[in-house]
């Protein structure tokens, strides 16, 4: 599997900005898609996750309400809408793949893509 992850950039605070990813190299309408994302200094933290069928999606607290996921099968790539940015949102998002939603959220992941930088200036 290939993951190739696009969209990021510099942004403001109160900025939005989305992330894609598209897959290859497996039929993806069967697995669980989702974000990671690495903040200097900082471990990796899991962002979003939506299960295979789009019906169940999961977000860390700390952009619940702000950051939405979503799919698009026929397109083999997986979004994340990011919006009202804060600083703290700086890092670089990683797109991952995993058999479920859930394991996906438990760091239970399969394959990552390379990265891309988002960076939100106060």
């Known amino acids: 599997v290939q993951l190739q992850a696009s969209g990021g950039g510099s942004v403001q605070a109160g900025g939005s900005v989305r992330l894609s990813c598209e897959a290859s190299?497996?039929?993806?309408?069967?697995?669980?898609m989702g974000w990671f994302r690495q903040a200097p200094g900082k471990e990796r933290e899991f962002v979003a996750a939506i299960n295979w069928s789009g019906g169940s999606k999961y977000y860390v607290d700390s952009v619940k309400g702000r950051f939405i996921v979503a799919r698009d099968d026929a397109k083999n790539t997986v979004y994340l809408q990011m919006n009202r940015l804060k600083p703290e949102d700086t890092a670089v998002y990683y797109c991952v793949t995993s058999g479920t939603a859930v394991a996906l959220g438990e760091g239970l992941t399969d394959f990552w893509g390379q990265g891309t930088q988002v960076t939100v200036s106060s």
């Open positions: 190299g497996r039929i993806f309408s069967t697995y669980a």
